[in-house]
T-cell receptor, first 108, second 114 residues
Framework: RKEVEQDPGPFNVPEGATVAFNCTYSNSASQSFFWYRQDCRKEPKLLMSVYSSGNEDGRFTAQLNRASQYISLLIRDSKLSDSATYLC?????????FGAGTRLTVKP | DTGVSQDPRHKITKRGQNVTFRCDPISEHNRLYWYRQTLGQGPEFLTYFQNEAQLEKSRLLSDRFSAERPKGSFSTLEIQRTEQGDSAMYLC????????????FGPGTRLTVT
């Protein structure tokens, strides 16, 4: 079993749609959690940290369920510019474990 | 530009040759990470430094791979006796120790072993 698992997609959605990505992790000692975004042939960039209480940044909402070892990312009112691969990242004692990513394409 | 930089951006080498990559982190960042990424996969952790100390190495990192960060600033990653399976994007990232994982990535070095 992979340490961080994500639905690879692809998710193809129209502009304005709401889309949700899920991620599960296997190591209960995981300490911190993140979503990164990676555009085609570019480096990953931090999208947002994920806190136990859940957190929101504009159209993006991240949630963490430690009991279920589950992380989610919700994107509301999708824009064409949201098209990218979204990487779930789990920090286990400073060893960053990345999921394989979920690919999103937003279409006009 | 005060971001993370990597050099070279692309490297083509023949199997069996040695290659060395360089990473210059964001100047005030004390942590530096190396990752490898292949198509369709997320970055795979290789090793990380806090200042000049190499604190962790992935068990996947064979003895052909070595990394240094001699003065706690830039870092080099060397691959000896390259194999075709080493073909990948090698990414460097830096962070502040207290941020718990908010890393800033460089553009990567794409290695092709022929």
């Amino acid at each position: 079993r992979k340490e961080v698992e994500q639905d690879p997609g692809p998710f193809n959605v129209p502009e304005g749609a709401t889309v949700a990505f899920n991620c599960t992790y296997s190591n209960s000692a995981s300490q911190s959690f993140f979503w990164y975004r990676q555009d085609c042939r570019k480096e990953p960039k931090l999208l947002m940290s994920v806190y136990s209480s859940g957190n929101e940044d504009g159209r993006f909402t991240a949630q963490l369920n430690r009991a279920s070892q589950y992380i989610s990312l919700l994107i509301r009112d999708s824009k064409l510019s949201d098209s990218a691969t979204y990487l779930c990242v789990v920090n286990v004692f400073n060893d960053m474990r990345f999921g394989a990513g979920t690919r999103l394409t937003v279409k006009p | 530009d005060t971001g993370v930089s990597q050099d070279p951006r692309h490297k083509i080498t023949k199997r069996g040759q040695n290659v060395t990559f360089r990473c210059d982190p964001i100047s005030e960042h004390n942590r530096l990470y190396w990752y490898r990424q292949t198509l369709g996969q997320g970055p795979e952790f290789l090793t990380y430094f806090q200042n000049e100390a190499q604190l962790e190495k992935s068990r996947l990192l064979s003895d052909r791979f070595s990394a240094e960060r001699p003065k706690g600033s830039f870092s080099t990653l060397e691959i000896q006796r390259t194999e075709q399976g080493d073909s990948a994007m090698y990414l460097c990232a830096s962070s502040l120790a207290w941020t718990g994982g908010e890393q800033y990535f460089g553009p990567g070095t794409r290695l092709t072993v022929t």
